[in-house]
């Protein structure tokens, strides 16, 4: 019986060593393979950080690229508006000149309509004041209106 205890406990010894130790390697397999998941995470996570930094550094180019062609258009902005207050300053000075000479050249235009009425009027008074004259005086009476020789 002592010899039965003795196999008895040695089996028992030797099936918790066994079992101890295939614990022990299934833990140190677990922990391995825990490790080597974190290390796949970790390695995604940082693919996943540098794809999110790529993009932030595409959108800040793009923002600057943007705050740029905003910067450029303003600029564009305030030159359109001091070529408007310019177009209207000479338009009004243009137009005040377009005016001015418009008057004259109306003024110009009367002038000539008017000496062509008067040049008109004296031409005729003459033409009837030269009839008068034909008319009174009988042909060949000794008056006559060209140069005496």
């Known amino acids: 019986e002592e010899d039965h205890k003795a196999v008895l406990f040695e089996a028992l010894r030797q099936a918790s060593e066994d079992a101890l130790s295939e614990a022990g390697a299934a833990f140190n397999r677990g922990y391995e393979k825990a490790h080597q998941l974190l290390a796949s995470v970790e390695a995604a996570k940082q693919v996943e950080i540098e794809k999110l930094q790529q993009e932030r550094t595409k959108i800040m180019v793009q923002l600057t690229e943007a705050k740029m062609l905003a910067a450029t258009k303003n600029q564009e902005m305030h030159e359109l508006a001091a070529m408007m207050v310019q177009l209207e300053r000479h338009t009004g000075e243009s137009l005040e000149a377009s005016s001015e000479e ?14 062509r009425v008067k040049s008109d009027e004296i031409r005729a ?6 009839q008068e004259v034909l008319t ?3 042909p060949n009476s000794g008056a006559s209106l060209g140069p005496h020789r």
Do not use: G, M
């Open 102 to 115: 418009l008057r004259a050249a109306t003024t110009e235009q009367r002038a000539e309509r008017d000496a």
């Open 136 to 138: 009174a005086s009988p």
């Open 125 to 130: 008074q003459l033409q009837h004041t030269l």
